[in-house]
T-cell receptor, first 112, second 113 residues
């Protein structure tokens, strides 16, 4: 069974600080990695996708991928109260469009 | 506006009844998916379809059925054989060729009374 592991939290970060969210995955052949944000009672919203080792930046968000360590992270700079949500890490299940395997999510709280 | 619609938003069902959840997309995406989310849990894949008239089971297909007669539509039926159907059901779609990025609809919250 392919697995994606996340610390469930809650992770509490002061407003304006950097929030660091981590994810590990078990399937070495995984090629596509995603971070989704989910507000309570709502559906997941795509934040970032990453496919190659290294960093990928989009505004205040940076995704980091290390395939050798099977580790993906998401950094949120200048955290805002509106960033308070659950962040889901997802990994592709195989080639093509076979669906994603999700972690259970990390609950992030930004303290004003 | 392009997007994914799911209906109804809330659904109540008596035990022993089958119910069908609707999912429609106008993004011209080839692949469509159904996931289930339980409180405090991640999403689990129920069924997926990469092309019309073809679909595959995910990790938790027992007690569910789907059809894919049109590219735009991928309805999910929750049958009476599903032992614990109360959950948040999410439909997603992706382009398929060249991308496996999935976008989600707003979800249907099913409660069995």
């Amino acid at each position: 069974q392919k697995e994606v592991e996340q610390n469930s939290g809650p992770l509490s970060v002061p407003e304006g600080a950097i929030a660091s969210l981590n994810c590990t995955y078990s399937d070495r052949v995984s090629q596509s990695f995603f971070w989704y944000r989910q507000y309570s009672g709502k559906s997941p919203e795509l934040i970032m996708s990453i496919y190659s080792n290294g960093d990928k930046e989009d505004g205040r968000f940076t995704a980091q991928l290390n395939k050798a360590s099977q580790y993906v992270s998401l950094l949120i700079r200048d955290s805002q109260p509106s960033d308070s949500a659950t962040y889901l890490c997802a990994v592709n299940r195989g080639g093509g469009a076979d669906g994603l395997t999700f972690g259970k999510g990390t609950h992030l709280i930004i303290q004003p | 506006d392009g997007g994914i619609t799911q209906s109804p938003k809330y659904l109540f069902r008596k035990e022993g009844q089958n119910v069908t959840l609707s999912c429609e997309q106008n993004l011209n995406h080839d692949a469509m998916y159904w996931y289930r989310q339980d409180p405090g849990q991640g999403l689990r894949l129920i069924y997926y379809s990469q092309i019309v008239n073809d679909f595959q089971k995910g990790d938790i297909a027992e007690g569910y059925s789907v059809s894919r007669e049109k590219k735009e539509s991928f309805p999910l039926t929750v049958t009476s054989a599903q032992k614990n159907p109360t959950a948040f059901y999410l439909c997603a779609s992706s382009i398929f060729e060249g991308s496996d990025t999935q976008y989600f609809g707003p979800g249907t919250r099913l409660t069995v009374l």
